[in-house]
């Protein structure tokens, strides 16, 4: 979601249901794992495969944290959109995003899923 604009004009700015918003996905991003409290680096071995994962997405994380600091955490979607580093936090998040697709063995260029399809595939039974 943070690494396609074509999606973040589709979904967010048109308010599209099922996908969330962008404070979602940065809070998924960042809240979830506590990449804003820990460095990626920490977690190598446990929820990234090597240091490239880890570098790739904590840059992703600084690039994303830095707007979000300046918007505001419940900013609309053209609020982060519309801010001048916004395309650098995407291209980051995009790297990322490659880097992790691939290793799993996904296409990163799918679709994001829906926020009922992401519960349903983190879901513990």
């Known amino acids: ?7 973040q004009q589709d979904a967010w700015l048109a308010g599209r249901p099922g996908y969330g918003d ?3 996905a940065v809070y998924r991003l960042v809240e979830d794992t506590w990449l804003d409290r820990w460095p990626a680096e920490k977690y190598v071995g446990t929820i990234f ?7 790739l997405v904590g840059a992703a994380v600084l ?8 918007v505001g955490a ?10 001048p580093e916004w395309p650098e936090a995407v291209l980051a998040a995009r790297a990322a995003h490659i880097r992790l697709a691939v290793s799993d063995g996904d296409n990163p260029d799918t679709e994001p ?6 519960r349903m595939l983190t879901r513990i039974n």
């Open 1 to 7: 979601m943070l690494s396609d604009p074509a999606f």
């Open 22 to 24: 962008v404070t979602d």
């Open 49 to 55: 495969r090597d240091a490239e994962e880890a570098a």
């Open 63 to 70: 690039r994303v944290l830095q707007v979000l600091h300046e």
């Open 74 to 83: 419940d900013a609309p979607a053209a609020a982060y959109l519309g801010h």
């Open 113 to 118: 899923r829906t926020l009922d399809d992401l």
